[in-house]
């Protein structure tokens, strides 16, 4: 007869987050990673502050070609920056894409295919740039994960993936490189409110 062996430490094996949350607001914490791993963190208060500075940066980098096919973003962004918009990711400037979470512990955006920007906009141009809600802020991957199950009931996406700054590779003579497997810089624009 044979007998199983009890589990040493029977609270080990759960579904309970490792991680405890924060005590300090999503959007400090999101920031706080994110700008840790070289990406650049735009906060505004609402779709016209987001319009301002966005036009600042294309303005400031002197980007004629940006690449953008989220229909999502029509809703929050002038018509100028789709009128305006390059059909080719291969000679863009930027690409500017929404995206389906943030994740503030890690500081990394949740992408999928389920997207009209698609597998590749994200990391093909050399500038990738990502504009997220408030609402979008999810504290950890699991609770991520969990939403794009909600998000998506009958089938998820056939690619999602967690984009954390800018790539970057210590490979060669343990020498950081960034910019090597996809975008050189990524910022995300965060906006408060998705109202006026």
Known sequence: MTQSTPLPFPGSEGT????EPSKQDMEI????????LLGKFIFCADKNELAAQLKAIIDHNNWKKWYLRDQSLRAV????????AYDKLVDADAAITDCEWLIARTGSIVLSSAR???????VYA???????????????????LTGMK???????????????????????????????????????FLVESRGV
């Not at 009209?116 to 994200?122: I, N």
């Not at 500038?127 to 699991?142: R, S």
């Open 150 to 188: 909600e998000r998506y009931p009958e089938k998820l996406p056939s690619m999602i993936s967690l984009a954390t700054g800018p790539s970057r590779t210590a490979d060669i003579e343990k020498t950081l490189v960034v910019g090597v497997h996809g975008p050189k810089e990524v910022y995300v």
């Open 29 to 36: 914490q999101f920031a706080e990673q994110f700008t840790k």
């Open 16 to 19: 309970a987050s490792v991680f």
């Open 77 to 84: 962004l002038p018509a100028y920056f789709f009128d305006q």
């Open 126 to 144: 050399a500038v990738h740039i990502c504009i997220a809600f408030a609402d979008q802020l999810v504290y950890d991957i699991k609770d991520g």
């Open 116 to 122: 009209e920007s698609g597998r590749s906009a994200s």
